[in-house]
């Protein structure tokens, strides 16, 4: 809940709501003879929740990498469309940029912000402190100086302290923000690195399974968290999951991949009714089904011989006395 007006937005995009944000133009990428991506064409608007879903090795994070610039796609474009903000703040003149051939970093500038999948923060920095190394984009003095309390540098980190207490507030991190980031609960270091990435004000946000690993509640949570930064920050994301439930309640679109290709892209009710997306998923289903069984066996067959084993040396004991 929120508990105060925000002064910051959020929002790195001048975009009007409804126009084409970032779009997937055709892409392939290969690793050797691994075909990782296949095609792939797909459009994010302005102001939707986009989801990214598929099973195990579908291509999701490759298409995430090749978004931020990890990767580099072999074929295609993936373009990204920005506004300036006109005198009289509103939207101004529009501008394209081609992704495909940047580095990250250029990209972040960009304002494409992303979180992973295994967590990347600093575990013996505070709270605060990874969120400040947040804002080190729009910072013009080093964060060592700010830390310093350096001069003009002192003056810049207040002014970034605020827009960073906004987000510990959105996210409900008061009560962690002077913890170091490694003695903290799963659930709340996915919650950190959600922050870490609003405090670049992103035009589009990236999010690499921010509930993988977590129970129903805390999946819960982050949904809820994920809808806030939405809601209230305006922030457009796009959400990479493995689980199709946990994204269809909270999603405006949804691309689904299996097998590096494209197989479904639409609304959360039309992609849940698509004869292919229920034939992967089940297809999936069926086959973790098949790998518990096998484990359960071996389990069994590992057990009866540890028995066996005791017994024998149980007799041998006995047999000593
Ligand atoms: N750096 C790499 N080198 C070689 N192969 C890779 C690399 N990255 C991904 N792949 C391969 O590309 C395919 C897609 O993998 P990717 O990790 O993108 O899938 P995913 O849908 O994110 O899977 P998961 O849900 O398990 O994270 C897999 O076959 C994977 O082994």
Known sequence: MLTRAYQHSLRGSHLPAGQPLLEVDAISLRFGGVKALRDISFTVTEGHIHAVIGPNGAGKSSLLNCISGLYHPQEGQIRLHSAALGADGTP???RTHT?????????ARL????????IELFHGLTVLENLMLGRHIHMKHSVLKSMLWLGPARRQEIAHRHLVEEVIDLLQLQAFRGKPVGSLAYGIQKRVELGRALCLQ????????PMAGMNAEEKEDMARYILDVHELASVSVVLIEHDMNVVMDISDRVSVLDFGALIADGTPDEVKADP???????GAEEEDAEVREAVVKMEDQIEEE???????????EGGNG
């Open 92 to 94: 101004g003149e529009t």
């Open 99 to 107: 992704l495909t051939s940047l580095p990250p970093y250029k990209i």
């Open 111 to 118: 304002g494409v912000a992303r979180s992973f999948q295994n």
């Open 202 to 209: 992103p035009a589009l946000l990236l999010l690499d399974e």
């Open 276 to 282: 292919g997306v229920i034939e992967a998923y089940l």
């Open 306 to 316: 540890h028995a066996a084993d005791r017994a024998a040396a149980e007799g041998t």
